[in-house]
Each structure stands twice: as C-alpha cells, then as structure tokens.
C-alpha cells in the first residue's frame, strides 16, 4: 500500500504545481459544461498529468477520473478515481479553497487517499492500514458523538436544484442541532478537515465518486465514518453522502438529513 501512496501522493503534487502556476497566471480557458459547472485547461492538464504518473507507477491499474481521460468504468476490482480539480468554481472565482483527490477503489470501496490543498501546502494522506497523516504528521477526528457543539460542513445541491427543497428541510434541522455550518465548495477538503478533526461532520448531495473516495478513505483510517442519505453504505456511487468524526455522529447527523 505504501507504493500506491507514494505514488498517488507523486501525481497529486504534480497535479498541485500545475494549480499554483494557473493561480498565479490564470487557466488559458475557462469553459461551462453545464449549469454552475465549469472546466478550466488546469482541470485538463491536471487530470493528464496525474493519468501519466498513475500509469507508469501501476500500468495495470485503470482510472475514473471527472474530466473522462481514464479507462475505468467503475465496476473494475482495483481503481484509481480522481478529481483533479475539486472546487473549480472557487479556482475560476479566485477563492483559495480547492484541491487535488486522488482515490484507490478495491471491491467497491474507498483503501486509500490523497488530498493535496496547493494554496495552504497541505497534503492529506492515509487509508485501510495506513495511519492518516497531514504533512507528515499523524491526526485523528475530533472523536465527537453528540452534534450538539458539532461544527459541520455541507455543500449545496446548486447543480440538482430540484432536491433544494429536501436540503433545505435537513439544513433546518441540523441548524437547530449543531453549533456551527460552513459551506466551502470543495467536498474533498470537507472530508479532509472532517478528519483532522477542523470539522466534525459534513453532508452533501450530488456528488460524484471522484468527489468523495480519497477523502472517505482518509476520514474512516482517522477513526470517522460515512453512510449515504438512507443510512447505508452506498455514498461512493449515490450521489448522497454522510460523514461523521465517529461511527455514533455519523449516525445521528444522517437522521437529521434524510428526507
């Protein structure tokens, strides 16, 4: 496990020069794929770099990646599933919070991440037997189990605005519970700092499996957990995901959102 890492880690960091150099010069282009959805030629060239250092390290080993450059389908044994960007909008508007995840999928689970944050210089790492770390340095969750004082994340479903009114419901309810919300834009950082103990929870709809596995394998190796809106174990592929500091919060925060 330790030379996928190295090597997720290599890519993610290649993927992060790339974002420092466009964040100093600016993307060349900046095209919308839909609604509130934008690619930039930074999410291009980061996607082909982190493909290119994936593959050499581990040529056997597919990818599913969001701008579509891998060969993977998702149903494959063992993946690699990659945002090169996540938080473009915030990269497009000039707002210092986005990222690079890179995630390995076997039997349809989050082993390993890496989450590289290239404006602070941090690097997430960790994963099934491999004890997270944040540069270096060995972190855990907050270990809470009561939402009450719970700082929490969520991300709006700005581009699902048919499901507004269900979030809207659960946002309520997890006000009245919790001592804090913040939304940031990048759903990989929510998770990251979920895990080092920033946050205590986060929850979101409309995700993607490029959005989530670096970042839920990261949270669960620090002693969190996940589950999708319905309380079960399908947040990787269902578009709905909730993570908590502990097994017990998470739990309790998905009683909250589910509607």
């Known amino acids: 496990m330790n030379a996928y890492l190295d090597a997720m880690v290599a890519a993610a960091q290649a993927a992060g020069r790339i974002l420092k150099k466009a964040r100093a010069e600016g993307p060349a282009w900046i095209e919308e794929k839909g609604r509130n959805d934008y690619v930039?030629?930074?999410?291009?060239?980061?996607?082909?770099?982190?493909?290119?250092?994936?593959?050499?390290?581990?040529?056997?080993?597919?990818?599913?990646?969001?701008?579509?450059?891998?060969?993977?389908?998702?149903?494959?044994?063992?993946?690699?599933?990659?945002?090169p960007l996540d938080g473009t909008n915030n990269f497009v508007h000039r707002v210092p919070v986005y990222c690079v995840s890179v995630g390995l999928i076997e039997g349809g689970s989050p082993k390993l991440g890496v989450i590289y944050d290239p404006v602070?210089?941090?690097?997430?790492?960790?994963?099934?037997?491999?004890?997270?770390?944040?540069?270096?340095?060995?972190?855990?969750?907050?270990?809470?189990?009561?939402?009450?004082?719970?700082?929490?994340a969520t991300g709006f479903p700005f581009k699902e605005l048919d499901h507004l009114n269900g979030y809207t419901e659960g946002f309520r309810r997890m006000v009245l519970a919790t001592a804090g919300i913040r939304r940031c834009g990048a759903a990989a950082l929510d998770l990251a700092w979920t895990a080092c103990g920033r946050f205590d929870g986060f929850w979101e709809r409309g995700l993607w499996p490029w959005d989530v596995a670096a970042g839920a394998a990261i949270l669960r190796a620090a002693g969190g957990e996940c589950c999708d809106f319905s309380g079960g174990g399908d947040y990787l592929f269902g578009r709905t995901i909730v993570a908590g500091a502990t097994p017990a919060l998470c739990r309790t925060l998905q009683g909250l959102v589910e509607v």
């Not at 770099?49 to 581990?58: E, G, P, R």
């Not at 990818?63 to 063992?78: D, I, K, M, N, T």
């Not at 037997?129 to 700082?151: I, K, V």
């Open 40 to 83: 930039t030629s930074a999410d291009t060239a980061c996607e082909e770099v982190i493909q290119a250092t994936l593959a050499k390290a581990f040529p056997g080993v597919p990818l599913l990646a969001e701008e579509g450059s891998g060969s993977a389908s998702g149903q494959e044994g063992l993946f690699f599933c990659v945002d």
């Open 120 to 152: 602070h210089d941090e690097l997430f790492r960790g994963g099934e037997g491999e004890g997270p770390t944040l540069n270096g340095r060995p972190f855990a969750t907050s270990g809470r189990t009561d939402p009450g004082g719970a700082f929490v």
